[in-house]
């Protein structure tokens, strides 16, 4: 039996009304340690209001958000990030005119902001940062490649990698194969596990055959409620969830 101690993310009774509307309802969800944890569900279930609230971009009408320990419901953003947690969001936010080299550098922690990246010493260490994620992101052979050139699959796992280069102890991803290739599905398969040896992965996905190859464990979210968890075989046998999600 896990006592609290054991899991990175504890959310309990995690709430939040926009004018009345509880977009998410009194939720509560235990991550382990390197799991890879899949939210699924129906569009407007709340599952991107969820990773907004572990972020600090929305803030909980009630409930507790606790990582590594740290209450995480009353930090800031910027304080978050730096606490451990990484977000990737729908669209890809890297730098278009940046090659891919210096995507990563720039999102290397010691200077955020271009100018600042751009301006220190490219010492032995970043350049290691960079190479250690471009091999990881499969991205090892376009280092100079500018970043607008990628395919829509290599622009994902570049955002990937501007997150892992950071090394938080979790990683928010979503819908990170939207749009993508089925041979791009199977490689962000086989990275998200890779990914897992070092991190916790708290990812959002509709894709079934992604979530079979990827989830440790699968929590289904309807109506801002959790309406069942497990491994994806029981919650694809769990008669609620056939029908509010997977019949249909
Ligand atoms: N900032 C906001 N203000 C008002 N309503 C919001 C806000 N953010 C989300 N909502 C509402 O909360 C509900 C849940 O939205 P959310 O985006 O979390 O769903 P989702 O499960 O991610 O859906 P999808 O699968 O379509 O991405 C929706 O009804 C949405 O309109
Ligand atoms: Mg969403």
New binding site residues.
């Given amino acids: 039996m896990s006592t609290s101690r054991d899991f990175i993310l504890t959310v309990e009774g995690l709430t939040v009304s926009?004018?009345g509307?509880k977009?998410v309802n009194d939720l509560s969800l235990y991550l382990e340690h390197n799991e890879i944890r899949v939210i699924i569900?129906?569009?407007?279930?709340?599952?991107?209001?969820?990773l907004?609230l572990i972020c600090g971009k929305?803030r909980a009408t009630d409930g507790a958000i606790r990582f590594k320990g740290q209450e995480l419901t009353r930090m800031k953003e910027h304080q978050i990030v730096r606490s451990g947690v990484g977000r990737k969001f729908q669209n890809p936010s890297i730098y278009d005119d940046l090659t891919v080299f210096e995507n990563l550098e720039v999102s290397y922690p010691r200077g955020r902001s271009v100018m600042g990246a751009l301006a220190f010493r490219r010492d032995q260490q970043v350049l290691d940062a960079v190479h250690e994620v471009a091999e990881t992101i499969f991205l090892a052979d376009q280092l100079d490649c500018r970043a607008d050139l990628l395919s829509h699959g290599q622009k994902q796992w570049l955002e990937i990698g501007m997150l892992l280069i950071q090394k938080p102890d979790l990683l928010m991803l979503d819908?990170p194969v939207a749009g993508m290739s089925v041979a791009e599905r199977k490689k962000t398969a086989e990275l998200l596990k890779v990914i897992t040896r070092d991190h916790t992965v708290l990812v959002?996905e509709?894709d079934m055959q992604f979530v079979g190859d990827i989830a440790d464990r699968v929590t289904v979210?309807h109506q801002?409620q959790v309406l069942s968890e497990g491994s994806l075989a029981h919650v694809k046998a769990d008669p609620k969830v056939v029908e509010v999600y997977l019949g249909h």
Avoid: L, Q, S, W
């Fill in positions: 926009f004018d509307f977009a569900g129906p569009n407007g279930a709340g599952k991107t209001t969820v907004d929305t819908e959002i509709h979210m801002g």
